[in-house]
């Protein structure tokens, strides 16, 4: 049997593959790099791309990521996927968004944090939870 | 007859909240199974990368990140992740309770906070009594996804880059079971080694590509949004995990005050009906 070699390709949000095979070809930055088993370790960031994993001589598999990283072991190959394509402008642009809903928000704000009346308000509720609490253990 | 037709149309709309409640009882319970399943599902994710950080930091102790070194603490950012929607029992409740008491005690020691909240409860709370508030972003959903938090994250990180802030913590609710969730505060930046990498003695490094610098910026930069991610997804385990709960007892109440109804509707029924006997009864005699 020929050599293998352990590779998982997860993302943040899901673990896309788990196997072994023979040799993972992967979009690095700098170039496609081929991982054969007992490569030297290597970490590096990925760009979009297809992953291919050679599974035997006659079967692949391709993945498609976003970009990422890829970090390799003599026995191990791990694929850190992005699930969403990343470019400065574009994380820029969703920072600006979320700074914007914000101040959206604030723009009736009062000068200071009120915690009196926000611990009011709090105490209020929890009493209000309690009160059902104990009304249940009055029924049962 | 009046009363007892009264009572009638009480227990019949009722049971239609009831049949609502319970229905919603339903709904969590499969949502919930579906968002522990998530929880698990970003697991290995986060696990891989605090290790490749763990190597990192340690196989270059001269290259220091500003995210793995601590500094004298004047103002800290929070990102609070609450649920969109209420009927959760008191979920956002002791959010806002622990976060409260935390920022307090924040504010005594003379720490200014900017805020990041995430989901629509907690922009509400904050809003109405005047906190800080630097991002904000809402309506993520049932199952959120990594991109909603990229914007929200950034700036948090970006204020953390600038100097605005000295530290970063996370508040959100802890999934422990389906009965209990309790109120977490995690701290992100600067980053807390792990105890057990410390075990990793042997000398042996990664060829980096570009360079070490560039390679541990991105890796970091992700580390903190699958952190923040896993918060997150955690956190609609517990809203649905306390939506059910708080739906079943609902339904229970509504079945009790239903057999009381239930009851009194009876009483008022025999009622009517030996008072028509007797005037019956009584008529006939008169006779």
Redesign the interface.
Known sequence: MAMTIHVDIVSAESQIFSGLAEMVVAPAVNGDVGILPRHAPLLTPLRAGAVKIQLSSDHEELFYVSGGMLEVQPHLVTILSDTALRAHDLDEEAALEAKQRAEKLLQDRKTAFDYAKAQAELAEAVAQLRAIARLRKIRK | MAKSKEIRTKISSIKSTQKITRAMEMVAASKMRKAQE?MR??R???E??RQ?IGH?AQAHPEYKHPYLVGRPVQRIGLIVISSDRGLC??LN?GL??TT?AA??RW?NSKIEMNL??IGSKS?M?F????????????HLGDAP???DL???V??ML?AYNEGQIDQLYVIFNRFINTMSQSPQIQQLLPVVADEEDALLTHH???????EAQ??LD??LM?YI??LV?QALVENVACEQAARMVAMK?ASD?AG?LIEELQLAYNKARQAAITQELSEIVSGAAAV
């Open positions: 998530r599902k970003s290995p994710y986060a891989k990368m490749i990192l029992g008191g409740t806002f309770r409260l920022m307090k504010r990041c909240t922009s709370f809003r109405r009594f005047g906190a800080n508030m630097v991002a904000q972003k809402d996804t990594l991109i990229i914007g929200p950034k700036v970006d042996w490094d990664y060829i980096y590509e570009p560039a390679v991105g890796l992700r949004e699958s991610y007892s109440n009790s």
